[in-house]
């Protein structure tokens, strides 16, 4: 197996647990916050939506300066534009991850702002660190958030208060 091939198995096994969990996004939560620091329950969806995009960025060059990217990225006002973004983020991000060739996931690859350097890792530990374990994290944070504001919390690596059984 390929590490393009390994990676795109995981790709696609981590995010099809997230589009279950951003499913469970109430549509009437999107404001709720559980502190006054914290997102906003459609702020972090919409992060999680776009975490993907920076998976090509990161698979196709070899540096990201954050200072050049223009802005945040969008924040989405309905449950419905998050997952119709997601899936579009998802699938262009598992078409960068195939297309990737096996030489390239060795490479240096690093993220800078302004010239400086935040961290530089081979492309395969930013994919991973950056890039899925980044939305890994905020997928967690999101199942609190549906906790607390009563929604059902989907299964990820096992059976959960509200999913008791495979």
Not at 23 to 48: C, F, N, Q, T
Request: hydrophobic fraction near 40%.
């Amino acid at each position: 197996m390929s590490v393009s091939q390994g990676i795109a198995a995981e790709w696609e096994q981590e995010t099809a647990s997230t589009r279950r969990a951003l499913e469970r996004v109430p549509p009437e939560s999107l404001d709720w916050r559980p502190h006054e620091k914290s997102y906003s329950m459609g702020e972090l969806a919409s992060h999680i939506a776009n975490l993907p995009v920076w998976t090509r960025m990161t698979l196709h060059q070899d540096e990201l300066d954050l200072a050049t990217l223009g802005g945040p990225m969008p924040a989405y006002p309905t449950k419905d534009e998050i997952l119709e973004a997601f899936d579009r983020n998802v699938g262009d991000a598992l078409d960068a991850i195939r297309s990737t060739p096996e030489e390239a996931w060795p490479a240096t690859w690093s993220l800078t702002n302004a010239g400086d350097v935040i961290f530089a890792l081979p492309r395969i530990g930013a994919m991973r660190s950056f890039i899925m374990n980044h939305s890994i994290h905020h997928r967690g944070q999101l199942t609190v958030y549906l906790r607390q504001c009563g929604a059902p919390v989907p299964q990820i690596y096992g059976p959960t208060a509200d999913e008791p059984n495979f």
